[in-house]
């Protein structure tokens, strides 16, 4: 099974980017996240479908 969420961290490491540009794109709604107790997760198919990658087929988006 293929992991749905993902840490702020590997968010950031997939995408190359840095704590404020990631907390930019969470407050802009572009990455969707989840709260479960204290922490605050990345929904994977949002960080996919912002770099440009289809988040069913694993493809590019055109």
Same mark, same amino acid.
């Given at each position: 099974?293929?992991?749905?969420?993902?840490?702020? #961290?590997?968010?950031?490491?997939?995408? +190359?980017?840095?704590q404020?540009?990631? =907390?930019?794109?969470?407050? %802009? @709604?572009?990455?969707?996240t989840?709260?479960?107790? #204290?922490?605050?997760l990345?929904?994977? +198919?949002?960080?996919?479908?912002?770099? =440009?990658?289809?988040?069913? %087929? @694993?493809?590019?988006?055109?």
């Amino acid at each position: 099974m293929e992991a749905i969420l993902c840490s702020q #961290a590997d968010a950031r490491e997939m995408l +190359a980017i840095g704590q404020t540009k990631l =907390g930019e794109l969470i407050a %802009q @709604g572009e990455l969707e996240t989840v709260r479960i107790g #204290a922490r605050r997760l990345v929904k994977i +198919a949002s960080v996919r479908r912002l770099a =440009g990658v289809d988040p069913e %087929q @694993g493809g590019v988006v055109r």
